[in-house]
């Protein structure tokens, strides 16, 4: 025979918001006659006062040790799923794992979904992309998400540690020991690894969002697979920009063709390590661990552009050819000074012999 449960609610507040004392004292009387839970209205906004249900939920939470503490009901698309699942997941550690959430969809005070912003027809979709996002944040080492309303990108880690993975616990409302819990959370991470396999690090970075943050996000992937960082090229970390230049085009250029450099090297590495008589199509090692010599030997060297040297015709072909005075600028000079025009023309050659030499030394190359 299945056990009745009982608890108790509180909402809205027709006549006057409490005090935190009385609220406080309200748990507390809850728990010492017997109730198995204390549970949380949630609304935006509503008819009448309300306070926040995740701030009243860790008064609760605080002032209790054996109640469950639960949500009656979230709504859930009025809320950001990333930020509720650390909300939710914080609640139940400070709570010692007695967290309960509920969650709905609303819509019977259509006036809170236009103070969220939030477009009152698609709340059943919200919702079903949310639980989603929720789970898997709680679930999963590592998790992204593209759907129709939300798309995020390896969030999961940011959380406190998916919080020992109280997920179990949270969404059934199932008694659960922290023993059990830790137990599911490394299952769960054991199986994510078997599934992975020779995988990149660049894998699941969206490429659409902004230079900086496309940057910012690669730095953070290879680092983490233990790149050395001098490896990064110098045009993902500083712009030399000139008038009219397209710093956004710039950036982003530079760093996908890091990200194809990357997924390059991690596949030689692969190769490198697998036995000769494996075919690559039926390898399923692990990349795992690349080491810093591995990336080292396996990556691109850039050849340095040399400029070859000038030959023997190229510098005949750049020597000054000799330049004397045309023959009828002589002729005037004859006909100006006629009794010094032999001692004119020996002087003018002589003139032109070291000018000569002068101008053939000064094209040798050095």
């Known amino acids: ?216 996000k690669v730095f953070q992937r290879v680092i983490a697979a233990g790149l050395p960082v001098d490896l990064i090229p110098d045009a993902m970390t500083s712009i030399v920009l000139s008038l009219g230049d397209d710093a956004e085009n710039t950036l982003r250029s530079a760093t996908l063709e890091f990200m194809d450099t990357v997924r390059k090297v991690e596949h030689a590495v692969a190769a490198s390590r697998r036995p000769d008589d494996v075919p690559e199509v039926l390898d399923i090692a692990q990349l795992g661990v690349v080491t810093e010599e591995e990336w080292r030997a396996h990556w691109p060297t850039a050849v340095p552009e040399v400029e070859p040297e000038p030959d023997a015709e190229t510098v005949e072909s750049e020597e000054p050819v000799d330049t004397e005075e045309p023959e009828q600028s002589e002729a005037s000079e004859d006909s100006e000074e006629p009794e010094a025009s032999d001692e004119t023309e020996d002087s003018e050659e002589a003139a032109d012999e070291p000018e000569q030499a002068d101008q053939e030394k000064s094209v040798e190359p050095q």
Do not use: C
């Open 1 to 216: 025979m299945s056990t009745v449960k009982f608890g108790i609610a509180v909402g809205a507040y027709s006549a006057g918001v409490p005090s935190g004392r009385e609220l406080a004292d309200f748990a507390r009387t809850a728990e010492a006659v017997g109730f198995d839970s204390v549970q949380v209205g949630d609304h935006i906004q509503w008819h009448a006062p309300i306070i926040e249900s995740t701030v009243l939920l860790a008064t609760f939470a605080a002032v209790t040790t054996r109640v469950r503490i639960a949500s009656d009901v979230v709504i859930l698309p009025l809320r950001d799923p990333v930020l509720i699942a650390k909300t939710v997941a914080s609640l139940d550690v400070l709570s010692g794992g007695r967290m309960i959430f509920g969650v709905g969809v609303g819509g019977d005070h259509p006036g809170e979904y236009a103070a969220m912003r939030v477009p009152l027809a698609e709340r059943g979709a919200r919702a079903n992309e949310s639980l989603e996002i929720v789970r898997g944040l709680w679930t999963n080492e590592r998790f992204s998400y593209a759907g129709r309303h939300f798309t995020i990108d390896d969030v999961a880690d940011s959380l406190v540690r998916k919080l020992n993975n109280r997920a179990p616990s949270v969404l059934a409302g199932e008694s659960i020991s922290l023993d059990e819990q830790l137990a599911q959370w490394e299952e769960r991470k054991a199986d994510e690894k078997r599934n992975k396999g020779a995988v990149s690090a660049m894998d699941d970075v969206p490429t659409g969002q902004p230079a900086l943050a496309l940057t910012q």
